[in-house]
């Protein structure tokens, strides 16, 4: 049976990516051009599959904005809360334009200025492992609920909206003076501390005071010292970022339940 040329280029192309050829750097159409100009491009070496900083460890910075905790099962152990979760890195591979980020249109070096979401397709991105994770969602309006912002100092920015539920172990012999303890914690999943650290930007809990979990008073802490590393063996230690979540149950309610006559 005969094959046509264009079914034989197809077939080659994948034999070559099969053995593993070396691919072309990997970006989508934003790459710069002298004949283009462009508010924002991407070197023509740039790679996704590349670190920005390849000789000092590379910083991300997560942020933690709780809007509420939604629910607490003493089942499955399982909390769930909604969350406006951002990272931050620096891009120094980044071009931008002057047109766009120079002084005229922004007041200082940290300004962040919001760009097309789809461009975080065309860019390195942690690979950011959530610990004892559950469920992530992403919620959805008309489209979801994102951002990717870029200030002057090639600094991305990106956040959004999320309701997450993670395990955490919990102890009931005090039952109901019982008070739990979780931790939440955000690392990479391959690259030890001297390749990438992580740090929280901000950390906060907006509905404090109207929470609807009635039967525990919640406090958000940062991570203890030693809860910000993780010693993974032959594979290195690996850096943390994250908080502590304090569970004090209101125990009055139980107590005249359970024990007054």
Same mark, same amino acid.
């Given at each position: ?35 283009? !100009? ?18 000092? !460890? ?15 099962? &003493? ?22 334009? /002057? ?31 959530? @610990?004892?994770? /559950? ?15 870029? &200030? ?5 920015? @990106? ?23 979780? /931790? ?20 906060? @809990? ?8 009635? &039967? @525990? ?9 030693? &809860? ?34």
């Amino acid at each position: 049976m005969l094959v046509s040329c264009s079914h034989f280029l197809t077939l080659l192309l994948l034999l070559l990516q099969v053995l593993g050829v070396p691919c072309e750097p990997v970006h989508q159409g934003i790459d710069c051009n002298e004949d283009r !100009p462009a508010t924002l491009c991407l070197t023509k070496d740039y790679s996704t599959f590349d670190l920005p900083f390849r000789s000092k !460890p590379n910083l991300i910075k997560i942020g933690f904005e709780i809007s509420d905790v939604l629910s607490i099962n &003493d089942k499955d152990y399982s909390i769930t809360f909604g969350l406006y979760f951002s990272v931050e890195w620096m891009e120094p591979r980044l071009n931008l334009s /002057k047109e766009l980020w120079g002084e005229e249109n922004v007041a200082g070096e940290d300004d962040l200025v919001p760009v097309n979401l789809e461009l975080i397709k065309s860019l390195w991105i942690p690979n950011i492992f959530i @610990y004892n994770l /559950k469920t992530f969602k992403t919620i959805d309006v008309l489209s979801k609920l994102a951002g990717l912002w870029i &200030d002057s100092k090639k600094r991305i920015y @990106y956040s959004q909206a999320t309701h997450i539920t993670f395990i955490c172990p919990m102890l009931f012999d005090s039952f109901p003076l019982d008070t739990q303890i979780c /931790k939440f914690q955000v690392g990479s999943y391959s690259y030890d501390k001297s390749r990438m650290m992580f740090d929280v930007s901000t950390l906060g @809990y907006i509905q404090k005071t109207q929470s609807i979990i009635l &039967d @525990y008073d919640i406090t958000i802490r940062n991570l203890k010292k030693k &809860d910000q590393v993780f010693d993974a063996g032959a594979l290195g230690n690996f850096s943390l970022a994250g908080f502590e979540m304090t569970l004090k149950r209101h125990f009055l309610s139980y107590i005249i339940t359970y024990y007054l006559p």
